[in-house]
């Protein structure tokens, strides 16, 4: 079963069903069922045109449920027509959909997490992550979001703001390699650039391009995980690290600095630095401090930590850390790495071990776990 092809086809088919006059709810429910149908009948009679089977299938079940309920009766006039099977039409309907999604009915946290679930393909878990809320309270506030806009018109697109902001997250959880979207966050942000002259959008797929420029150095042939500072920079790819350097100096220009023109400035030092040695962390403080007076976002203050930590030595980090809520994502290996640079291993041994059983990925939990073990060996041994 190719769940890639599944994924890739998944925004169409919902932009073509709401097109057709489903509501968003009952069209992203009716796909749903027709993922799950693919998935069991796909393996042993793969269809010549998979996209046309999965928008009739996914039609038939939404007329199924429109029928049995009385209640959608007045809709059931805007849905007589099934689509003929075969070749359905080539057009890309994704960043239509994240702008339809971004919908002025939603506030904009709302159109966020429904996007990241209904195009986006995330998990309910995995978007609580990224806004660092419980699972039931994400799983509520999605359900909220499509009360809110079932039988809503979808002819008033959402802001660009929103929309910037599912495709980072989007790109967040790609790049991290749970599941494979950064690639395709690049590729909407690219056309939203195109579309749009916005220094924002420009300073977003600037700061896409130069964390992904460094995507083959992240990991050893193992698959663990490789920090920054011991990357090989040589598999960076400059290519790509000029071109978003290029797109970010031009926003820059224009002197309306927002949030990701500020983070993409962040990548633009490091990727500029030689050697992890040699890398302005100063300069990165600085521009913490305008990320913060942007954001006041409590992930920032805590990768601020880790810059004064560089930039001022890790007891000043330690100063800023204890400052931030312990229960932050991260705190913990945060505090851990200031300690060890800062010489007190058993310490820093003690809180890698305590990282990796709050680690929600297993690359990371193996990463933190192994500096753990090589710590109090050295503690043993030295």
């Known amino acids: 079963m190719n769940e890639a092809l599944l994924r890739s086809l998944t925004p169409s088919v919902l932009g073509i069903l709401v097109r057709r006059g489903a509501d968003f709810a009952a069209a992203e429910d009716a796909l749903q069922e027709a993922l799950v149908e693919a998935v069991r009948v796909w393996p042993a009679d793969m269809p010549r045109e998979p996209k046309g089977w999965l928008i009739t299938v996914a039609w038939r079940r939404y007329l199924d449920a429109a029928r049995s ?18 070749p359905a039409p080539g057009v890309d309907d994704t960043l239509q959909l994240y702008f339809l999604c971004a919908h002025p009915a939603l506030t904009p946290s709302s159109a966020v997490a429904l996007t990241l679930r209904a195009v986006g393909g995330l998990t309910t878990r995995q978007i609580a992550q990224a806004y660092l809320v419980p699972e039931a309270t994400m799983a509520q506030r999605i359900s909220r979001a499509k009360r809110t806009v079932s039988g809503v018109r979808f002819d008033q697109p959402g802001d660009v703001a929103t929309v910037l902001r599912v ?28 579309a ?15 964390h992904h420029a460094r995507r083959s150095a992240r990991t050893g042939p ?11 920079r040589g598999r960076w790819d ?65 990768n ?54 709050k680690a929600s990925n297993l690359a990371e939990r193996d990463h933190l776990t192994r500096r753990a073990a090589r710590l109090t060996q050295l503690r043993r041994t030295g």
């Open 69 to 86: 309920d009385t209640a959608r009766r007045r809709r059931e006039d805007l849905v007589e027509e099934e689509p003929a099977p075969g």
């Open 167 to 194: 495709l980072y997250l989007v790109f967040n959880e790609g790049y991290s390699g749970d599941v494979d979207l950064a690639a395709e966050a690049i590729r909407l942000t690219r056309q939203l650039a195109a």
């Open 196 to 210: 749009i002259d916005h220094p924002e959008v420009a300073g977003l797929l600037a700061l896409m391009l130069l």
């Open 222 to 232: 193992d698959g663990s995980l490789v920090p920054l500072a011991e990357q090989d």
């Open 238 to 302: 400059t290519v790509m690290i000029a071109e978003g350097v290029a797109i970010l100096q031009a926003a820059l220009a224009r002197d309306r600095l927002g949030e990701f023109q500020a983070q993409a400035a962040i990548a633009a030092l490091h990727a500029d630095a030689p050697t992890a040695g040699e890398t302005d962390w100063v300069q990165i403080v600085e521009w913490y401090d305008e990320l913060v007076r942007l954001t006041d976002s409590p992930v920032v203050r805590l």
């Open 304 to 357: 601020r930590a880790v810059a004064v930590g560089e930039a001022d030595g890790p007891r000043a980090g330690l100063a800023v850390l204890a400052a931030l809520d312990d229960a932050l994502p991260r705190h913990t290996a945060v505090a851990a790495y200031l300690h060890e640079r800062d010489g007190d291993l058993e310490t820093a041994a003690r809180l890698y071990a305590e990282a990796a059983r």
